[in-house]
């Protein structure tokens, strides 16, 4: 059937539903800090509590349901680290709590913060994330006949890089900046991303080329 339009309002009714239909989806997708996980949560006293957890990187928190449903929020202060197995990737994650200068503490000394441990070695990989809005423009129609913008949640990683006196450092971003790190061995990691086709703005790629620059050493 056609409308007024024609044959336009057909399409452009049809991705009318598929935008809705996107930020419905959206609506209802979860992200990993937003669901609770089985894992188990190591104090600085030294108690060991299992149950179901639940992380916030942004404040540092990370809360803890007993079997009996009692549940406690713990800062980065009170905790050694936390494990939890993520079903949403089938795998355990560890996340640990490092003194770090930043993060909007507003503190001018380190001060513990939680970091995922995502490799480790001479060279260890470090990764917070968040969740951020962000603003998209649809395609235009018919030579900009329908446009529209629209929001989406995003989950954003941002990486650090902790060396073996124990400084974390932000990592830039700059792949220049990654193998100027890795000294020596940089010209043999350079080929090994190539050969791999590796991006280092890859989560699970700048793991493999930590990674291997690790097992060089």
């Known amino acids: ?52 957890v639940k992380y916030d990187l ?50 001018d000394y380190k001060a513990p913060i939680f970091f995922e441990l995502l490799t480790e070695g001479k060279m260890t990989l470090l990764c917070r994330e968040s969740l951020e809005t962000r603003m998209y423009n649809s395609s235009p129609y018919y030579g900009g006949y329908y446009n529209n913008s629209y929001s989406r949640v995003v989950l954003v990683h941002t990486y650090y890089l902790l060396d073996e006196n124990g400084n974390i450092s932000e990592f830039t971003g700059n792949k220049s900046d990654l193998l100027q790190r890795m000294g020596k061995k940089s010209e043999e990691v350079e080929k090994y991303m190539k050969e791999n086709r590796l991006k280092y703005d890859d989560p699970y790629d700048f793991v493999r080329i930590v990674a291997y620059y690790n097992s060089l050493m």
């Open 58 to 107: 942004p404040q540092n928190l990370v809360q803890y349901t007993a079997r009996d449903n009692r549940t406690e929020a713990f800062s980065a202060r009170k905790v050694l680290f936390f494990e939890i197995y993520d079903t949403s990737v089938r795998r355990y994650r560890q996340f640990f709590a490092l003194p770090y200068m930043g993060m909007g503490t507003g503190a």
């Open 1 to 52: 059937m056609r409308g007024r339009n024609g044959k336009r309002f057909g399409i452009s009714g049809a991705m009318v539903m598929l935008l809705m239909m996107g930020c419905l989806t959206q609506a209802f997708a979860q992200f990993p800090s937003e669901l609770w996980h089985e894992g188990k949560i190591v104090l600085v006293e030294g108690d060991t509590l299992k149950g179901l």
